[in-house]
């Protein structure tokens, strides 16, 4: 699961690297940008997958409850609050005035996503930190409602036909109310009810021997990974045609039930057979700090950009636009990586800490329950 966060993280800064960074666009990038950005909806599965094994049938208390709120506020708020105070230092170098009082506030206490005009924050790419705050709000009643199986599928069913409605509100709305449209949790819970839904495939499958389980996972992964290049590359097509033979109002249900269900797959495979290939020791340390990976990774290729260090690669790649950017990527990677695993060691985990002191624990004790 550490492994797949790191990928989830990855694609997402290849993503920003195509339409933050200043390199010319080539046949790489633009399936990136098209298809890079699934790595949202990866996260927030790995989030509600992670948090089902950590807390299911452990959250039936009101201390157990309180307990869970405050772990997962530690697990956000502390590096988030200090990238926060960076924003405010760094936006006027870009040309942005900064927050407002009200952008702010709405940051701080994790209320963006119920703002239309807010819904972005002012902290770059926060905007699924809104969404995952209120998925943390109402974790201890869904994982009541979604106590089995069967239930979490109607669940999932059932968020997927209301996220396409509710896209299809917004679809000639311009301004904030798009992005509002676009980034509202209503839109997103889907993937969280996927997550959910692997969860429950999972417990099941790992009561098998573990041979059979292994087996299990691995033909999920391939399964996974051959379902991801066939949406890549037929994705459009199987728009229009689900336009065609059931209605351009629903068709985007389709396309969302497919990739939650394939990127929820590819989770659960990660979970039941880890493989050296995937899921090695370093990439799921690298993973630990995903959190830091999405959210320094914009001002990283925005001051890249800014100082023209992307140019000047493009320059030395005798202007092949392809070798650029996977130059400028790995330029991206290297940099960012280490930003991350210093803020995971010296922030998030001391933050994380802080409600193990006050109980008298360890510091060392692992927190129950996924990270982002």
Not at 9 to 14: C, K, R, Y
Not at 323 to 330: D, H, R
Request: net charge positive; hydrophobic share 55%; glycine share 8%.
């Amino acid at each position: 699961m550490e492994a797949a966060r790191f990928y989830a993280a990855s694609s997402i800064m290849l993503f920003h690297l195509t339409v933050m960074s200043d390199l010319p666009t080539n046949i790489l990038s633009i399936y990136i940008l098209n298809y890079a950005a699934m790595g949202v909806p990866l996260f927030f599965i790995i989030s509600a997958m992670g948090m089902c094994i950590g807390y299911f049938g452990k959250l039936e208390t009101e201390g157990s409850i309180k307990d869970f709120y405050m772990r997962r506020f530690l697990r956000i708020a502390t590096f988030f609050y200090v990238m926060m105070l960076l924003y405010i230092i760094m936006l006027p170098v870009f040309g942005d005035s900064g927050p407002t009082l009200g952008q702010f506030l709405a940051s701080a206490t994790f209320t963006m996503n119920l703002v239309p005009s807010y819904v972005e924050g002012y902290v770059w790419g926060s905007w699924t930190i809104g969404v995952e705050m209120i998925f943390y709000l109402l974790f201890p009643v869904l994982i009541v409602l979604a106590s089995n199986l069967r239930r979490a599928l109607v669940i999932f069913i059932g968020a997927t036909v209301l996220a396409t409605l509710w896209r299809n509100e917004f679809v000639d709305v311009k301004g904030p109310l798009q992005s509002f449209g676009n980034f509202f949790i209503v839109v997103q819970f889907h993937y969280f009810a996927a997550g959910i839904v692997a969860f429950h495939v999972w417990r099941i499958a790992v009561r098998l021997c573990p041979a059979r389980v292994r087996l299990i996972g691995l033909i999920l992964l391939v399964i996974s990974c051959a379902a991801t290049v066939s949406l890549v590359v037929f994705g459009f097509w199987l728009i229009f045609a689900a336009g065609v033979f059931t209605s351009w109002k629903l068709n985007h249900t389709i396309v969302y039930f497919l990739w939650a269900t394939v990127l929820a797959t590819f989770t659960i495979g990660m979970c039941l057979a880890p493989t050296k290939l995937l899921s090695s020791s370093l990439v799921c340390h690298w993973g630990r700090a995903s959190f830091g990976i999405y959210l320094w990774h914009p001002p990283v290729i925005a001051g890249y950009s800014k100082l023209g260090i992307y140019r000047a690669i493009f320059a030395l790649a005798n202007e092949n636009a392809e070798v650029s950017f996977l130059l400028g990527a790995l330029l991206t990677f290297a940099t960012v990586v280490p930003l991350s695993l210093a803020s995971f060691r010296f922030i998030e985990k001391p933050g994380m800490a802080l409600l193990q002191l006050k109980h008298g624990r360890g510091a060392g004790q692992p927190e129950r329950g996924g990270s982002r």
